[in-house]
């Protein structure tokens, strides 16, 4: 079993900055994809930005010139620099683990972390 815990979270006001950092752990082969969605009460989840194992990216249009993803492969660790915070980025963060090949097991799997509050205060 895989496991992803974010961490970074919390409260900053309009126009400050925050990162965000999400770790896989478990026995794990490869992780495909890795990316950061989001999440606010009674809506949808959506994309904020993705990342591929080569480092290709991929932002949601509302985050273009403001976050930055990125990510350690060999730490199974991926990250979202945000920066020029709104308070419309008030979500739960959300990091996700695509395609993720574990050591002795058949097939790829999906995993997703627990969340983490972002909060932007105007």
């Known amino acids: 079993q895989v496991q992803l815990v974010e961490s970074g979270g919390g409260l900053v006001q309009a126009g400050g900055s925050l990162r965000l950092s999400c770790a896989a752990s478990g026995n794990i082969f490869s992780i495909g994809a890795m990316a950061w969605y989001r999440q606010a009460p009674g809506k949808q989840r959506e994309l904020v930005a993705v990342i591929t194992s080569g480092g290709n990216t991929h932002y949601a249009e509302s985050v273009k010139g403001r976050f930055t993803i990125s990510r350690d492969n060999a730490k199974n660790t991926v990250y979202l620099q945000m920066s020029s915070l709104k308070p419309e980025d008030t979500d739960v963060y959300y990091c996700?683990?695509?395609?993720?090949?574990?050591?002795?097991?058949?097939?790829?799997?999906?995993?997703w972390g627990q969340g983490t509050q972002v909060t932007v205060s105007s």
């Open positions: 996700n683990a695509d395609r993720t090949q574990e050591v002795g097991l058949v097939g790829l799997r999906d995993y």
